[in-house]
């Protein structure tokens, strides 16, 4: 069974710019959850998506918005980009999506803004 | 809300000798927890979780840890590293009656030297 795939791998844009990013889960998983991950702050959860619907949002600005499909493929976008979103966007798959629940984790897209 | 502190950023090691890397955490609610491994460039791979049962947790690669409910603590061990076990490794938790956001330790960098 293949892995979860995010696009694209490396992504270079500038301040202001806006981004999207795009996550592909595990065949049948439902749940896709985003995490940010940068040197000073560490892994941050960004936000939940189950069955097309945003069930939980991290501490992050209005700028991060995501959405998921029917067929369970997720975007997140970052608009108007600052030098501090340049981070490893993770995403993370899991079949029913609640805590017991394995999350899978993508390879992730590294995002610098210059 | 929950945190979680791992004690060491860096851990050295000569190949073939024991390992421990060290987890606490703080929640005012029961939680699950679990040990995930990154290595360079790539997204995060799950070691093991204790959700109930015993303490004592196996997981993969030869390494387990043991949930001490008194002192909040999570520790990692191994009984013999090898080289191939270099990555970055990180402590969650996540709220066993509420969403499925991980959250997530600082990570602790163990390098293994021949």
């Known amino acids: 069974k293949a892995g979860v795939t995010q696009t694209p791998r490396y992504l270079i844009k500038t301040r202001g710019q806006q981004v999207t990013l795009s996550c592909s889960p595990i065949s049948g998983h439902r749940s896709v959850s985003w995490y940010q991950q940068t040197p000073g702050q560490g892994l941050q959860f960004l936000f939940e998506y189950f069955s097309e619907t945003q069930r939980n949002k991290g501490n992050f600005p209005g700028r991060f918005s995501g959405r998921q499909f029917s067929n369970s493929r997720s975007e997140m976008n970052v608009s108007t980009l600052e030098l501090g979103d340049s981070a490893l966007y993770l995403c993370a798959s899991s079949f029913q999506g609640g805590p017991s629940y394995e999350q899978y984790f993508g390879p992730g897209t590294r995002l610098t803004v210059t | 809300a929950q945190s979680v502190t791992q004690l060491d950023s860096q851990v050295p090691v000569f190949e073939e000798a024991p390992v421990e890397l060290r987890c606490n955490y703080s929640?005012?609610?029961?939680?699950?927890l679990f040990w995930y491994v990154q290595y360079p460039n790539q997204g995060l791979q799950l070691l093991l979780k204790?959700?109930?049962?015993?303490?004592l947790v196996k997981g993969i690669n030869g390494f387990e840890a043991e949930f001490n409910k008194s002192q909040t603590s999570f520790h990692l061990r191994k009984p013999s590293v090898h080289i191939s076990d270099t990555a970055e490794y990180f402590c969650a938790v996540t709220e066993i009656q509420g969403a499925q956001k991980l959250v997530f330790g600082q990570g602790t960098r163990l390098t293994i030297n021949p």
């Open positions: 204790y959700l109930s049962g015993s303490t």
């Open positions: 929640s005012s609610v029961s939680v699950y």
